[in-house]
C-alpha cells in the first residue's frame, strides 16, 4: 500500500525521537535522502545512516527495517532513531514528505496491521488500550487480552454464545424427547443456559462501566465553599502553579484537570468552583459543573476552613464516590473547631500535612486499581456496545422461547450471531477506520 509516516515519539526536546513507516517500495524511497543506506536492505538489520540533504548531512540516525510480511503491519516496516530534538524531527518528517511518504492518520499502522490479517479488532484495541491504560494494572489486563484470545472477555462470550446457539439448532431439528441421548436438551434447559448467559452478560457490563470511569483513571475531586483553599491545595499537590489563587471568593469557574503519576497508576485531580448561589451567570455554570461531577469522581475532599467551618452532610452523603476526606485547610490560621471530625489538617501555604495527603490518595488509588484488575474490563465502547446489543437479542431469544416461539428465537440468536461476528472482527471495512482506529494514536 501506499508508503506513510508518523513521529512514534512526541515531539519534544528528548535524547531521541523516532519515525515509523510503513508501506511498499520504502528502501527504494529512502535512498536519496539516506544516501549511505546499502541498495538492498536486510530483514531486522539496524544501520547506522546520515540523512542527506542539499549535500548538506543533517544527523546520524539508526534505522530499523523489517521486511514484509514480518512486521507489525504486514508491510516494509522501517523506524528511524535520530536526534529527539523536536525542529530535527519535523525537518526529517518533511523531507520524508517530499520523497513521496504520506504523513499516517491516527491508529493508520494498526489499521494496515488489521487490514493485513496481523492482528485481529480484539486485539487492536486491546493494543490501544496497552498505550492508554491510566494504571498498571489495567495494562496488565490489555496485554493479557491481546496475547491470550481466550482471556478476553468477548472471546469468551462468543464461545458461550456460540453453544446456545448450537443447541437451539439442535432442539430445533429433533423436538424434545424424540432421541434418547438429547433428552437433557429442551425449552427449560435452554432458558435457564439463556438466563445464566444473560446474567454474565450484565455483570461484564457492569464491571466495565466500573472500571472505565470519566476522567479516565482513578478521579479526585477537590470541592468546598469559595475562599477555602481549593486551588491552593490543588497546587500545591500539584507541585505547580496551575490555578489562580486570589482573595476573592469565586476565583475558579471552570473544572481543571491535573494528573499525577504513581508506579502503578495515575490520579486524575480535580480543582472547581466553590459551591455558594451566585447571580453570575458563569459562576453559576461553574457550581453546576462541581455538582455534577461530585456525583462522578471515585473521591472528594471537601476542603472547609477558618471562614467556613461547616460541611454539607447531605451533599457530599448523596455523593457515590468511593471515599470523601474531609479537609481543614488553613491550618496555620487556627484549628479546627472543637469536636469537629477531620480526616486530615493540612495548611496549603506551609505545606503542612499535604504529603501524608498525597500518601492517603496514592493508597486509595492502589486499592482502586487493584480490584479492578481482578474484573478484567473490556477494552472499548465499542465493545460495550456490542455487548449491550449482544444482550438485547438473547433476551428477545429467551422470551420468544419462553412463549414457545422457537423458530423466531432462532432468528433473534442469529442476530445476536451477526452482532457478534461485527464485535470481535468482521464490521464492513468501511466503517472500520471510523469506528476502531481514528480513536488511536499518531504512529501506532
Ligand atoms: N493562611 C492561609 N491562607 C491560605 C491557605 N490556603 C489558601 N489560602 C488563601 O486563601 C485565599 C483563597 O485561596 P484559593 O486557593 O483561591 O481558594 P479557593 O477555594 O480555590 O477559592 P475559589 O476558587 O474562589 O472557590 C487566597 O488568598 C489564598 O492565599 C492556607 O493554607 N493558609
Ligand atoms: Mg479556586
Known sequence: MEPIVAPVTALIPQPVGILRLTGDGLSDLLRTLFPDLPVRLEHRRVYRTHPVDQGLTLDECLLLYFQSPHSFTGEDVVEIHAHGNPHNIRKLLSLLHQAGIRPARPGEFSLRAYQNKKISLLKAESLHRMISAPSYADFQTAHQHYFQRMSHPLAKIQDQFLDLLAMLYTLLDHPEGEEEDLSHLSVESLSNRLGEFDRTLSSHLTLTRRARRPFGGFSVLIAGFPNSGKSSLYNRILRDNRAIVSPLPGTTRDLLEGRLSFPFGDVVLLDSAGIRPSSDL???????????????????????????????????????????????????????PDGSRFDHLVSAKTRKGVDALVKRLQSLAEIYYQSLHATSPLDSDRQVETLNRLRK????????????????????????????????????SSEIYDRVFKLFCLGK
Open 282 to 336: 458563569i459562576e453559576q455554570e461553574g457550581v453546576r459543573k462541581t455538582r455534577k461531577t461530585l456525583s462522578r469522581s471515585d473521591c472528594v475532599l471537601w476542603v472547609a476552613s477558618p471562614e467556613n467551618p461547616t460541611f454539607p452532610e447531605g451533599l457530599i452523603r448523596k455523593s457515590p464516590a468511593t471515599s470523601v476526606l474531609l479537609l481543614w485547610n488553613k491550618a496555620d490560621l487556627s484549628p479546627p
Open 393 to 428: 437479542a438473547s433476551r428477545r431469544a429467551l422470551s420468544l422461547l419462553r412463549s414457545g416461539q422457537a423458530d423466531l428465537a432462532l432468528s433473534a440468536l442469529e442476530e445476536g450471531r451477526k452482532v457478534l461476528d461485527d464485535g470481535v472482527g468482521s464490521l464492513p
